[in-house]
């Protein structure tokens, strides 16, 4: 038995490792068949103190894994598929696999948010994707599309520029929702074009994407647009699916918790986006794991101070 399983590796999940670690609790951290979360689709993250420079996302979190693992962490790439923490000691299994744990720390992030609209899931990774860094490269000279107004989007704009010919952001609203700086970058930038108030409705296309249907969102008009690639950066949903009816999640389906760290069930602990729909940066993400951890010590230490007082009764 574990005396803690951290599901989850990005930000929030191997801070809380290094932490458990470094308290001699010998953490197991499954860490998802593709490890480090979010930021291992990043390209430069210029706002993670520490880092005067910048650093790639993908290098940042081999650094969060190599500290990690130096105070003896261990960590199982790994997908989490059923949790159950109705009983005790608790419950988790990687398909067949089963882990049974004092304590849980769920760090399990929240994945890109897509359209739903007809095409889009026909033609992904057929000029359809939420990831600029792992697909942009494949549109070079290309006209490509970005949808959304957000950081993400402008960060995805500008990173595309290296390849495509021309860049088009097409937004639901006349105003972004981006941080000003990000906003400045991508509204000054020679390569990228605007299009506001606009609805992307259909992708169309038979074995890759030729073009996508938009609805003016102020007039109702339709009208077709020829794109080679359409990256959708609308946002996250938290990746909780396997928490259903384990633990209290909101309408958005994020976790409940009445502080942020713990949650109702008693040892299980919560840190980084699955819970955070406010501020999910990687900083926070950090910071949240490392408050999951110091709980979830304390937590341990009262169960073996408990069980110890009742050993000698
Ligand atoms: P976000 O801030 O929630 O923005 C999502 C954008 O997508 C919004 O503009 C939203 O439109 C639009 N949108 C949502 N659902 C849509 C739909 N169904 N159809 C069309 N458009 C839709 O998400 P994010 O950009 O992923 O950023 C999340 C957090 O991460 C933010 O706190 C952000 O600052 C941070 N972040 C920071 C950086 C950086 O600093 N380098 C990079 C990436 C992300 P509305 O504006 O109309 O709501």
New binding site residues.
Partial sequence: MERLIIIGSGPAGLTAAVYAARANLAPLVLAGHQYGGQLMLTTEV??YPGFPNGILGPELMEAFRAQAERFGAKIENVDVTRVDFSVRPLRVWAGDEEYAAESVIVATGASA?W?NIPGEVHLRGRGVSTCATCDGAFFKDRHIVV???????M?EALFLTRFGSKITVI???DTL?A?KI?ADRALAHPKIAFIWNT?VVEAKGEFHLQGLVLEDLVTGERRDFAADAVFI????DPNTEIFAGQLELDKAGYIVSPDGVRTKVPGVFVGGDVYDIR???AVTAAGMGCKASLEAEKYLEERDAERALSLRG
């Fill in positions: 210029e706002n948010r359209l949808v959304g107004g957000g950081d993400s989007a960060e937004h639901r609203r929702r941080s990000m609805a950066a609308i946002g996250h501020y999910k940066q």
